[in-house]
């Protein structure tokens, strides 16, 4: 398996495979100095600029920005926030990209029950999408799933989603439950999708 993800102190470069400016591509644990930039990938990827609510994304990028922050400073075991960096052909750095990955239970109320891996928040740079930075994300936190000791990852994707799914099938992942049509008219959205994906089954077929 290609070792995408590394910790602070094990920090180096990796070749994406993509034959552009993000020919080089590093994936590690997020740091605080890394926050603004989240911010505003999240912010550009999940709301719009555009349209009669465009005044309200300084906000929307703020709570994004203040809700990571008290993430990053949790306690928690198994909660981790990684990003991806493009090293490009000149040296320079940039962060393309971002995922969070935490451990959730049956009953989230009490947080008791059955625990599993759950990601959330993939998001890349517009300019630097379709380059493999989404996938190299996601296999960056299948490994980390592995070394909590899980082999089991879970996700929501909205049903509208089509490129999202596309990626998500691609790593094969598979529809574990869709949203019942009753929050769909009650909510008045799309409905989203629970993907699930076995490491063990996965990691023996490669």
């Known amino acids: 398996m290609i070792p995408w993800f590394f910790h602070p102190s094990q920090q180096k470069s990796i070749t994406s495979g993509a034959d552009n400016a993000c020919s080089q591509l590093q994936v590690r644990v997020a740091t605080s100095a890394d926050l603004t930039s989240i911010s505003q990938?999240?912010?550009?990827?999940f709301h719009s600029q555009n349209g009669i609510w465009a005044w309200t994304f300084p906000f929307l990028r703020l709570g994004i920005h203040e809700d990571l922050r008290h993430r990053l400073t949790s306690s928690a075991p198994h909660q981790v926030c990684l990003v991806a960096i493009n090293t490009g052909i000149t040296g320079t750095s940039k962060l393309v990209g971002t995922v969070e990955l935490g451990v959730r239970f049956s009953d989230s109320w009490t947080k008791t029950g059955r625990s599993y891996p759950y990601l959330s928040n993939l998001a890349v740079h517009p300019k630097y999408r379709k380059q493999g930075i989404g996938s190299a994300l996601l296999q960056a936190c299948e490994q980390v799933v592995l070394d909590w000791g899980f082999q089991d990852l879970y996700l929501h994707v909205?049903?509208?989603?089509?490129?999202?799914?596309?990626?998500?099938?691609?790593?094969?992942y598979r529809v574990?439950?869709?949203?019942?049509?009753?929050n769909l008219l009650i909510f008045q959205r799309s409905r989203q999708i629970?993907?699930?994906k076995h490491l063990f089954t996965s990691l023996n077929e490669e």
């Open 194 to 196: 629970l993907l699930h």
């Open 158 to 172: 909205l049903e509208t989603n089509h490129q999202a799914r596309q990626l998500y099938f691609k790593q094969g």
């Open 41 to 45: 990938i999240i912010a550009e990827s």
């Open 176 to 182: 574990y439950k869709v949203e019942s049509q009753c």
